[in-house]
């Protein structure tokens, strides 16, 4: 079984945001009185706003004012990418033309909506070069269920089982793995916890690698289902 299409997640595999997300909501929480520390964060990391949102009223009680923090994070964020723009991952440039070299389909399927994806995609110098880009707020369940992949998959009029899908966060991994696609993690903020080392296909540490793995799995025709 050939792989025939690639499958991008955005925040912390192609686009170096984690790290202004994280500031953002750590921030906006401090300014409401609340410390969202770093292993309460890592817990959000990969999953749809909406669940992160239940989650923080989960952390802090009924009582924290949820209105006043949505409109307060990413007002942090936007000046934080205007002011110093979106960084790609080392080994993105490369990793995307080998793809389009070979002329592998490629989709998109991140968590963020469909306006801070125009936006980051934007600010990182990328805007237009993905045809297929599947946003959380264009499927019912978010990551770790497996819609996003399998609206990727069906856009790309691609089996999943024939789909390579690059992923940063463990809710990501196992998502593209619960949705039959061939997940490789690459971390970001966080190691990945076992159960997205059990679900992915090869743990490794930065796209060049996934460059090198993706051509090697070309030229075989490896199966790796």
Not at 20 to 34: D, F, N, P, T, V
Not at 73 to 91: M, S, Y
Not at 137 to 145: C, E, F, H
Not at 177 to 191: F, N, R, T
Request: negative net charge.
């Amino acid at each position: 079984m050939r792989i025939s299409a690639v499958v991008l997640d955005m925040d912390g595999l192609m686009l170096d945001t984690e790290p202004m997300y994280k500031a953002a909501w750590q921030q906006a929480s401090a300014e409401l009185g609340c410390t969202l520390d770093d292993p309460s964060y890592m817990t959000l990391v990969g999953r749809p706003t909406e669940d992160c949102e239940r989650e923080l009223v989960r952390f802090f009680g009924p009582g924290f004012p949820l209105a006043r923090f949505r409109s307060r994070w990413p007002e942090l964020w936007r000046v934080a990418a205007e002011d110093r723009g979106i960084r790609t991952k080392a080994g993105l440039g490369a990793f995307l033309s080998f793809v389009e070299g070979h002329k592998l389909p490629v989709a998109i399927a991140t968590s963020s909506d469909g306006n801070y994806t125009d936006f980051s995609l934007r600010r990182a110098g990328l805007s237009g070069r993905f045809p297929i880009v599947v946003t959380g707020d264009q499927v019912a369940q978010g990551k770790p269920a497996p819609d996003i992949y399998l609206a990727a998959a069906q856009r790309l009029a691609i089996d999943p089982s024939q789909c390579i899908a690059l992923e940063d966060s463990d809710a990501g991994v196992l998502s593209a793995s619960a949705a039959g696609m061939v997940p490789v993690c690459i971390p970001d903020l966080k190691p990945p916890s076992e159960a997205a080392v059990l679900a992915a296909f090869r743990v490794l540490p930065s796209l060049d690698e996934a460059r090198w793995l993706l051509a090697r799995l070309i030229a075989m025709g490896q199966s790796v289902g």
